[in-house]
């Protein structure tokens, strides 16, 4: 899992959004339960920005370098799919 988590040197912050109730975040949260304790340890000094909110759809969003954004829907997708899609956006910059 070190190499999984390996963020891009041009990456800047990584930003995980959904609800903190709702059944189409559920993978979101387990997710996150399981990987960001590796995420952190890996990449102590980019910012890893859990944020819920009500009603929301689970997204995650990476900053790169001079502003660029990009942004994935991880609704319907279970905690494999998810996992997958994050270690490819995190990837991105190199």
Known sequence: ???KYGF???LKELRFLFCQTSEQ???MRSFL???YPTMKKHNPHTPILIREASGIEPKVYARYE???ERMIPLKGLDDK???K???ELVKLGT
Do not use: D, L, P, R
């Open 81 to 83: 799919a998810i996992e």
């Open 33 to 35: 339960t399981k990987s």
């Open 8 to 10: 891009a040197n041009t």
């Open 85 to 87: 899609q994050v270690t």
């Open 25 to 27: 975040s559920a993978a």
């Open 1 to 3: 899992m070190a190499t």
């Open 66 to 68: 001079f502003g660029k």
